[in-house]
Every structure is written in C-alpha cells, then in structure tokens.
C-alpha cells in the first residue's frame, strides 16, 4: 500500500512539473510571438527606431516559420524590410525602385548587371524575375557592406551561407 501511495503521489508531482514547464513554455513562445513588432507605417513626424532585441526576435521568427521576409516600414514608395536571402531565391529586376542591402549576417555573391534570362513579370509589382544572370558582375558580401541597386539592374544572390540583409527600397520613376 504504501508503495502504491508513493507511487501516485510522484506520478501527479511529474505531472504538475510538466504542466509547469508546458505552461511556462507556452508563455515565452506567446511572448516571443507578441514582441515580434507589427509592419509600422512609416511616421511623418517623428523618427522611428527598432531595437536590436528587437531585429533578432524577427530573425528568429523568420527562421522559425521558414520566411525570407518581414516588412518593418511602410512607406507607400519606400519601405525596410527584414531579409534572409535562400540558395534558389529567383533574380529580380525592378522597373521603378531603388534597393540598398546592408548586409547583417553571413555571406553571398551577388550577381547584378548583365541580361535576365526568362523573364517573368511579376503581377503587381513593378519587378520581374528570371532563372538566371547572364553575364552579370560578381561581388563577395559579408557583414557590414552595402550594395546599392538601381531601376533596371537585374540582381541576384548565389553561394549563400547564412545570409541576413536589410533591404531598403524606395521607388524614384
């Protein structure tokens, strides 16, 4: 008897311990999920500022979901995004806007210049994709550069490790 009180009694303490670690759990992926800021329209009167914490928490989101892209700001003509690039991710051409990587994390060349090989408009949008460059220019990128892309450039990324970028872009036609 004795053994089986015992036994019952460690049975429903493992089971209070689980639903403390369950609940606690719970809470930090809630959390997690709840710090993740929302896109912010871009402010006409005031400056806007992100946190580092912040950026990370988005990083890891994306990660987590499989994303390669949160927008923070929106602007109408103008936005910032949060990017992870992926091996595969199609070239691009845009007819009207101006994009600027400023490279956070990891390592790619970017390909840009040269001809867009099957091109695709893309509906909505004033960019196009292709399946490949050709005879583009080649640039190694790590953290801390910056890669400016004007309308009409074709632009892509190839041998991609880790790759985190903020994408800024503006249209200017």
Do not use: C
């Amino acid at each position: 008897m004795r053994k089986v009180a015992i036994t019952m009694i460690f049975a429903v303490a493992l089971l209070g311990l689980w639903g403390i670690v369950a609940h606690v759990q719970d809470a930090q992926a809630g959390a997690a999920a709840q710090a993740a800021p929302p896109v912010l329209n871009a402010p006409t009167d005031k400056a806007a500022y992100w946190a580092n914490g912040d950026i990370q928490g988005i990083w890891k989101d994306l990660e987590a979901k499989q994303v390669i892209n949160k927008r923070v700001m929106e602007g109408g003509a103008y936005s910032i995004n949060v990017r992870i690039v992926k091996e595969g991710d199609a070239p691009l051409v845009h007819a009207k806007s101006v994009d600027t990587w400023v490279v956070q994390a990891g390592t790619a060349t970017v390909v840009t210049g040269g001809k867009l090989n099957d091109i695709k408009q893309r509906p909505g949008v004033d960019d196009a994709s292709g399946s490949s460059i050709s005879g583009g220019t080649e640039q190694a990128l790590k953290a801390g550069d910056v890669i400016f892309i004007p309308p009409g450039v074709p632009h892509g990324f190839k041998d991609i490790k880790g790759f985190r970028a903020f994408l800024i872009r503006w249209d200017v036609k």
